[in-house]
């Protein structure tokens, strides 16, 4: 651990602010995976407003991961520009949550696809300059607080999730409009941010001499590993509701509930991630996972009924749920600082934004979602594999 590390530490050492933190963080994680769930289940909504075809959808998805990585290099800069990890969330949480109140918006201007993408780009930024030091700073409250947490703070992001899907469920069942079901739940998720982040102090504060590095060493295979996790992520999150939807015919509330389910099990899996790290060690929970993931998603497409497809979405949710949690703590640690090692590792794990939209929407538009779907299978073959060669036990 660097000095400057220890002295983000030291910062927490008092144990009433360790736990105020604790809490706080909790908060930003919570708010974050809120305004996914959200948005995962306006999406059909969204398509059919701007009367998208599956590969125009796959082009605003494509967008979004585009923004985000484009924020990473920012992400690994900003904290200590600002002042530190606590200081920055102040700022980008609520700013993320306005961002994903306007996408719905932008049907009212010249050209609204292209200004929909355009915002679409931007969530995806706000959306990085959360993620990243909201992880950064839960990683130095992980090391202050002396034992394995950080499934905790992303069972709160997935407890979020099930939140955002479960109101917007029931908005969209009401007959709410994507404007309607967004906004609200965005002015929930900036009251959330600003909770959290006024409890969480200063955090990592360390100037760095580069504003990005590509993984090296021993994060090379965590990354690939996170990416890949991360890709089994945004596909259930990006493409269930549509698939249980135009696919399998379910109702806009079936469909929102498939995802609130798969929501659900990620944080049952994170609920008790850190008693599985701590008994198991990550090398062993990580290729559990990849074989569960692999069991959800040949259930999900073999069957292909939308009671096999919840209940495959629910087994990916269990199985990926502590692979992104483990990767960025063991990322943090390795690195110069947390917000680098995070940015480093979230580098490469978003980078499926890139990959997924693309693939799924070219998949879909020549045959099905169900066999965009299958691509799921793989990856888990992939981190099992790769776990196996490459991580330590």
């Keep these: 651990m660097t000095e400057a590390n220890t002295d983000a530490v030291l910062e927490f050492a008092e144990e009433g602010k360790r736990r105020r933190a604790r809490v706080g963080v909790t908060a930003i994680f919570l708010s974050n995976g809120l305004a996914i769930g959200a948005w995962a289940v306006a999406i059909p909504q969204v398509k059919t407003l701007f009367a998208l075809s599956d590969g125009g959808l796959s082009l605003i998805l494509l967008a979004a991961g585009i923004g985000a990585l484009a924020a990473m290099p920012i992400a690994g800069v900003l904290p200590p520009r600002i002042g530190g990890t606590g200081p920055t969330l102040r700022v980008t949480g609520p700013l993320a949550a306005v961002v994903l109140a306007a996408l719905p918006a932008m049907i009212v201007l010249p050209a609204p696809t292209v200004a929909l993408a355009l915002c679409a780009f931007l969530f995806g930024v706000g959306n990085i300059l959360v993620d990243v030091p909201m992880n950064a700073h839960a990683s130095v409250i992980e090391r202050a607080w002396g034992q394995a947490i950080m499934s905790s703070f992303h069972a709160a992001w997935s407890a979020g999730g099930l939140v955002g899907a479960a109101i917007g ?3 969209i069942s009401g007959g709410a409009s994507p404007a309607l079901q967004l906004g609200l739940e965005a002015a929930l998720c900036v009251a959330l941010a600003l909770w959290g982040a006024l409890r969480i102090g200063v955090g990592d504060k360390q100037a760095h001499a580069m504003a990005f590095a590509m993984p090296h060493g ?17 596909s259930v999150t990006d493409w269930s509701a549509l698939y249980l939807r135009s696919d399998l015919g379910t109702s806009a509330g079936v469909a929102s509930g498939g995802y609130a389910a798969y929501a659900f099990m990620m944080f049952l899996g994170r609920a008790f991630g850190d008693g599985l790290v701590r008994r198991w060690g990550a090398r062993r929970v990580v290729i559990v996972g990849a074989l569960v993931i692999l069991a959800g998603a040949a259930l999900a497409v073999g069957l292909a009924t939308p009671a096999a497809a919840v209940i495959g979405f629910c087994l990916v ?3 990926v ?20 090692g995070v940015a480093m590792a979230a580098s490469m794990a978003y980078a499926a934004g890139l990959v997924g939209p693309p693939l799924f929407g ?24 790769l776990a196996k060669l490459r991580m330590d036990p």
């Design 169 to 171: 469920g029931l908005l």
């Design 218 to 234: 021993r994060l090379i295979a965590l990354s690939v590993i996170a990416l890949l996790a991360v890709f089994a992520e945004m």
């Design 321 to 340: 749920a502590n692979m992104v949690p483990a990767v960025f703590s063991a990322s943090a640690r390795a690195a110069a600082s947390p917000s680098m």
């Design 317 to 319: 949710g269990l199985g």
């Design 362 to 385: 070219a998949i879909a538009s020549a045959s099905s979602l169900r066999a965009a779907f299958a691509t799921v299978v793989a990856a888990a073959v992939a981190i099992t594999a």
